[in-house]
């Protein structure tokens, strides 16, 4: 049975998101309407108390407007990287669809694979500067208190898959929670 609730970190969980909040924009929105056409019915002018309600209303429906628009714009992890990824990676903790953000720009991340203090990671967006990416994860885990750890993100696949053959063949070491906590809490 497939798991319905958007878990950050799983397969898919950027498409579930796209949905859930664009259907919770729309709803939030269409409340607001909902809202003002009552006021606009019931008195016959827009100047009621309904019409405040319903414009504070698109206050929290803005404000998910603008997570719809950044789960709109992104990507998640494609079947055939996850399939391959998930060959080569056997026995390594995995995280999929990460999105990290910063001031100046956004990483898409399609997958994470974890081994004791070593966090590697494959983008399958050709315009993220995978040495900008790895720098900024490796600030974000030192702000967060994880010391000691080692980020490289891959922008080729096969490269990718041979460096976590590599880990594999090395016996992977389970994630330590530091490190797990962290990326999830400042991932979107």
């Not at 990676?89 to 004791?116: P, R």
């Not at 885990?141 to 891959?154: E, F, M």
Request: proline share 2%; with cysteine.
């Amino acid at each position: 049975m497939k798991n319905k609730k958007a878990v950050k970190g799983q397969y898919g969980y950027i498409k579930r998101q796209q949905k859930a909040v664009t259907l919770r924009t729309v709803l939030m929105f269409g409340l607001s309407l909902a809202i003002f056409g009552m006021g606009l019915w019931s008195v016959g002018t827009k100047k009621n108390l309904l019409t405040v309600v319903a414009v504070l209303g698109c206050l929290p429906a803005s404000k998910s407007a603008v997570s719809m628009i950044m789960f709109l714009r992104a990507k998640g992890c494609s079947e055939k990287v996850k399939e391959e990824v998930e060959r080569c990676g056997e026995g390594l903790f995995q995280l999929y669809d990460m999105i990290f953000t910063s001031y100046e720009k956004n990483y898409q991340v399609s997958h994470m694979a974890i081994s004791g203090r070593l966090v590697c990671g494959y983008t399958e967006d050709v315009k993220c500067d995978v040495k900008a990416c790895g720098k900024h994860l490796d600030a974000l885990l030192k702000q967060g208190g994880c010391k000691g750890v080692t980020v490289k993100i891959y922008d080729r696949l096969e490269a990718y898959c041979e460096g976590l053959e590599n880990l594999g063949k090395q016996g992977a070491e389970p994630a330590p929670e530091e490190i797990l906590v962290n990326l999830l809490a400042v991932a979107l």
